[in-house]
């Protein structure tokens, strides 16, 4: 593994991000504040339309921040030149979709490898063959996407996030297209990926249960931090969830 500092894993100092302009202007992140601690799990959930995904997209280094700073392993990023920050995504961030976005005509392992061609470094095929093991599917590298099922493909997209052994790994509603049971099974793999391989996962998700998995949910509205609950469960994140998608009724339920 490359040396690491001390530094968080992401930092987010004062971050904003609007779209438009002048009376159009809408203001996706008002000023964001946040430490990831290296070897962490947290979730990242909100009603729609309170800025969660700007937030990864900024944390991501995909998109820049309007104002504020987002700091990578304590070196800052938004305002690097383009292929400098195209260099780092490769290299220092993993990546987890929801729609597993793996290429159909390469074979598994090709496709595990992806993120290291790309980075044009060493392919390092034992350690793809390595986390193929770790997720399940050591005897799949042959094959094509298109044979796998979704959770065997999301596993796939887990395994070629965690080849470059990033910083971060950030999961875009990794479970919104599995069913129940295959979903725990990936909520269990990025699990074990922080536990046993050190790795730091940061989920965005719409479900209480899968964010339940993480040791930590940041709960977004309107485009602040409204909250956070550590040792989540289901119950408590789905109360927090309602309390955020109908203050009002919460707070006039509380008052009667
Ligand atoms: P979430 O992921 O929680 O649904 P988003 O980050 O997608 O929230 O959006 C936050 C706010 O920013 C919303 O009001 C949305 O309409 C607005 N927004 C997001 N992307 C754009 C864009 N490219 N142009 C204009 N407004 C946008």
């Known amino acids: ?11 987010l100092r004062a971050i904003t991000r609007s779209y438009g302009r002048g009376a159009a202007t ?34 991501a280094g995909l998109d820049r921040p309007t104002s504020g700073e987002v700091l990578l392993g304590g070196e800052a990023i938004s305002h690097l030149r383009e292929d400098r920050l195209t260099e780092l995504r490769r290299s220092r961030i993993g990546f987890v979709f929801q729609s597993f976005n793996l290429l159909p005509s390469l074979t598994v392992a ?13 392919q390092d095929r034992r350690l793809a063959q390595e986390l193929l093991t770790q997720v399940g599917l050591p005897e799949h590298g042959d094959r094509r996407p298109g044979q796998l099922s979704g959770g065997q493909q999301q596993r796939v997209a887990i395994a070629r996030a965690l080849i470059t052994r990033p910083e971060v790994v950030f999961a875009d509603e990794p479970t919104g297209a599995l069913d129940t049971r295959t979903a725990q099974e990936v ?13 730091t996962v940061v989920m965005v998700t719409h479900d209480p249960v899968a964010a339940s998995h993480a040791d930590r949910v940041l709960f977004l509205a309107d485009g602040v931090l409204a909250g956070e609950l550590r040792h989540p469960d289901p119950q408590s994140v789905a109360a927090h969830m309602a309390a955020l998608a109908a203050p009002a009724r919460h707070f006039a339920g509380a008052a009667a």
């Open 1 to 11: 593994m490359r040396p690491r500092s001390e530094a968080p894993a992401i930092e």
């Open 26 to 59: 809408v203001h996706a992140l008002r000023g964001m504040d946040l430490v990831l601690p290296r070897g962490g799990f947290t979730a990242v959930m909100g009603p729609s339309g309170s800025g969660k995904s700007t937030f990864l997209q900024c944390a």
């Open 110 to 122: 090709q496709n595990v490898l992806l993120p290291q061609r790309l980075a044009g470094g060493r």
């Open 187 to 199: 909520l269990g793999l990025l699990r074990r990926a922080v536990d046993s391989m050190g790795a």
